[in-house]
């Protein structure tokens, strides 16, 4: 917990008799978020051995989520904490996808290695293409991003060294035996989730974070207290694009096969947004709450196609007409509850 | 070379209707609608579930009969639904249109099923003019692209003489102040989301009747609709026009080099004036 000495000063005209300075206390965390980073340590733990136990199809299902709920944490952080609403996360998606396959395949490199070196590649590719999609805003960012990730899409379906329109397999996990693979894919997905949880929750609790807020809320007042707006900004869109590339180089090291339709679809951007709005935008535990309810829909419900589908958007029109919160900002207000803290509460 | 001129600025006048309805509806409340393009292949799919149930209607006719009813849909959807998501953050306006589009997709797609279909024009798509020269071009796309025009003069002076049209003006420069004045925005809201509605029924007929609709097409026409606006230059509908015209040339141009890189070298043409010109080609603050 970090502590912080204050002194408040009134106005000079309020008291004639300066006051004594009041010893303040900054608190960032309570009960539930340090009951939550144990029970956390102790998930993480057992969820580490789960390969020696557990069945091949839970490691599946658990790479799925993983690349599901990371990509829809960097949503979260680029919309509900960076304001920047995007329907082009796609491009980054499948930007990592498509770098961890050629790294993979044509430069040699280990594919389980290139998951994050693919990661760090889509981020530098994030750099230039931000200095384009700023210089929309609002709504027309939002659509502006996804003409950006179509470029990306029809580019690689024109590329035949990756396959061109039908796409391409992951030759380079070749002779590696499925176990093996399955339960290192597994490990890699379990780390993925932890650090990205990490990287989001330091990032948001650090002065970066702050000034982050103070941009969402009022991006003129945020400047004129001195904060270098474009440069934070460009900050989270390449941290949320490095997340997405992240997830995408994993979802594919699990798929083995990659094709542009797949991985640039908008549906990637569409089920974060779901995920995102139905947990609750703005807070960390909204996509680890959208995540389970998506998986568990998904897992009861695709069957019904299009009918799950259309009932899916009906659901984030309702939600976002009624429910602003979503459900763990409705948990929050109503029990108090709040794993993952990030304000700063004073105590007098 | 003069026919790739032709096609393009004849594609551009289909995609100026596309893009009417988006900018009217950015221009009056700053809501950007991520369901245009899919508003467009439901207008589509309505004509031709319309133009089968009663054969002997042209569909001329089958479009006068829709606009109607897309009046009224704007209508209701703007006062009850998109009014409450209006505001300084554009993330509920996005959401709602975007699940809005999701869902009319996915119903589309149960009731029509994935094949895509046209609306039966009793042969006028076929029949073509003779220009002077030699050249000829198709009778369906001069008239798409003559009522492109029309309804960007209409609409043009809708916003510049009338006093809808004042009103519209004045909730898009101040809300508050429009209403101190007596204005019920939600009123003049509901209004422009209905005229949008009109547009993009017209332009789903002709989408219908020039080429196919398939319920998965709607992104793609929202991205076409979005450069044209973008290209052009907010705030002007002639400028949307223009942009549309830009666009369509730019397709045409990058079909006739290859076949798989028109729609590619249209999505580089937008971006190309966006690094160049963000603000559009005919950049205009309207009134």
Redesign the interface.
């Known amino acids: 917990m970090t502590m912080a000495m204050m002194t408040m000063q009134h106005p000079p005209t309020a008291a004639a008799a300066p006051p004594a300075p009041l010893e303040l206390q900054v608190e960032r965390g309570n009960r539930t978020s340090r009951a939550a980073l144990a029970i956390g340590i102790a998930l993480a733990l057992v969820g580490a051995t789960l390969p020696f136990w557990g069945e091949s199809s839970w490691m599946r299902d658990f790479v799925e989520i993983a690349c599901y709920f990371i990509f829809a944490l960097m949503w979260n952080l680029l ?1 509900g904490y960076g ?1 920047m ?1 995007s ?1 082009g996360q796609q491009a980054f998606f499948g930007l990592g996808g498509y770098a961890m396959l050629m790294l993979g395949n044509f430069a040699g490199v280990n594919p389980f290695v290139a998951v994050p070196l693919a990661a760090l590649a889509t981020a530098a590719v994030a750099l230039p293409v931000a200095w ?1 999609a700023f ?2 805003q ?3 960012f ?3 991003t ?3 990730a ?2 990306f899409r ?2 690689f ?2 590329m035949s060294v990756v396959g061109g329109g039908s796409g391409t397999s992951l030759t380079a996990l070749r002779g590696i035996d499925k176990a093996t693979r399955e339960s290192t894919t597994y490990w890699i997905a379990l780390a993925c989730v932890l650090g990205s949880i990490a990287l989001v929750y330091l990032f948001l609790r650090s002065k970066q974070g702050l000034a982050l807020l103070a941009i969402r809320d009022n991006e003129v007042a945020a400047e004129s207290q001195g904060i270098a707006v474009r440069r934070t900004k460009l900050a989270v869109y390449a941290v949320a694009a490095l997340g997405a590339g992240l997830a995408g180089a994993l979802y594919f090291v699990g798929n083995l096969r990659i094709s542009p339709d797949a991985a640039f679809s ?1 549906n990637w951007t ?1 089920f974060a ?1 779901f995920m995102v ?1 139905i947990g609750g ?1 703005g807070r960390i535990e909204g996509p680890i709450v959208g995540a389970l309810i998506f998986f568990a829909l998904n897992k009861l419900f695709s069957d019904y196609g ?2 799950y ?2 009932g ?3 659901l ?2 309702v939600v ?2 009624f429910f ?1 919160q979503g459900l763990a900002g409705w948990v929050q207000q109503r029990y108090g509850f709040e794993f993952f803290p990030t304000q700063r509460r004073l105590r007098l | 070379m003069l026919d790739t001129l032709i096609q393009g600025v004849l594609l551009g006048g289909l995609y100026a209707l596309f893009a009417l309805g988006l900018s009217l509806m ?1 221009g009056v409340m ?3 609608n ?1 369901a245009q393009g899919d508003m467009i292949v439901l207008g589509g799919f309505a004509a031709i579930a319309l133009g089968s149930a009663m054969a002997f209607v042209g569909p001329v006719m089958i479009g006068l009969l829709l606009v109607v009813p897309a009046f009224g849909f704007g209508y209701a959807l703007q006062r009850w ?1 998109l009014n ?2 209006l505001g300084r ?8 249109t ?6 009319i ?3 589309l ?2 009731v029509f099923s994935a094949d895509p279909r046209s609306l039966d024009s009793h042969g006028f798509n076929t029949q073509s003019v003779a220009l002077p020269g030699g050249a000829a071009v198709g009778s369906l796309p001069l008239l798409i692209l003559g009522a492109a025009v029309a309804c960007t003069a209409a609409l043009q002076w809708l916003f510049a003489g009338t006093r809808l049209g004042r009103a519209f003006r004045a909730v898009s420069d101040d809300r508050e102040i429009a209403e101190l004045m007596g204005l019920d925005a939600r009123k003049v809201y509901a209004l422009a989301t209905a005229i949008a509605c009109v547009l993009i029924v017209i332009a789903g007929v002709f989408q219908a009747m020039r080429t196919t609709v398939a319920p998965s097409d709607g ?1 793609m026409l ?2 076409f609709a ?2 044209a606006v ?1 290209i052009g230059g907010m705030g002007s509908f002639w400028g949307t026009f223009t942009g549309a015209l830009v666009l369509g040339l730019a397709q045409q141009i990058g079909f006739r080099l290859d076949p ?2 028109g ?2 070298i249209g ?2 043409t ?2 190309a004036v ?2 160049v010109r ?1 603000q559009g080609l005919f950049p205009k603050t309207r009134g």
Do not use: C
């Open positions: 919309a304001g609403v329907i384009v210089r929309l609002g709504g027309y939002a659509i502006g996804w003409v950006i179509e470029v029809l580019g379906a024109n908008v569409a947004i709005v935008i299009t009918w589908l259309l899916l958007g009906l984030a029109i976002t007409l602003k | 950015f700053r809501l950007t991520t639904v409450g998501t953050d554009p993330l509920p306006s996005l959401v709602v975007f699940g809005l589009s999701i869902v997709q996915n119903a797609l149960q992104p929202l991205l979005f450069e973008i798989g890189w729609i590619w999505h580089l937008f971006l966006l690094m963000p």
